[in-house]
């Protein structure tokens, strides 16, 4: 167990920001999981530019890794255009 108070804040303040993050990290995964469901062309189109600012956001801020943000995005535009 923590004694000093520097590290009792530092528990806080990880706890706090793991939510957070955890947070927008499933709400990014549920936006690519709801674009890869789509079938019809001009919705996923119209969704991708936000699913992909979504993704470079979570990449910069490293609740994401910059790579994974790419293949993400990679993956996803090649499903739009297939439709």
Same mark, same amino acid.
């Given at each position: 167990? #923590?004694?000093?108070? @520097?590290?009792? /804040?530092?528990?806080?303040?990880?706890? *706090?920001?793991?939510?957070?993050? %955890?947070?927008?990290?499933?709400?990014?995964?549920?936006?690519? %999981? /709801?674009? %890869?469901?789509?079938?019809?062309?001009?919705?996923?189109?119209?969704?991708?530019?936000?699913? @992909? #600012?979504?993704?470079? *956001?979570?990449? *910069? /801020?490293?609740?994401?890794?910059?790579?994974?943000?790419?293949?993400? /995005?990679?993956?996803?535009?090649?499903?739009?255009?297939?439709?």
């Amino acid at each position: 167990m #923590a004694n000093h108070q @520097s590290s009792e /804040k530092r528990i806080r303040q990880t706890e *706090k920001r793991r939510l957070h993050n %955890r947070y927008y990290a499933k709400t990014a995964r549920n936006a690519v %999981r /709801k674009l %890869r469901a789509m079938t019809e062309k001009e919705t996923a189109a119209d969704l991708l530019p936000k699913v @992909s #600012a979504m993704l470079d *956001k979570l990449a *910069k /801020k490293h609740i994401i890794h910059k790579n994974k943000a790419a293949n993400l /995005k990679s993956s996803l535009a090649l499903h739009v255009n297939k439709l």
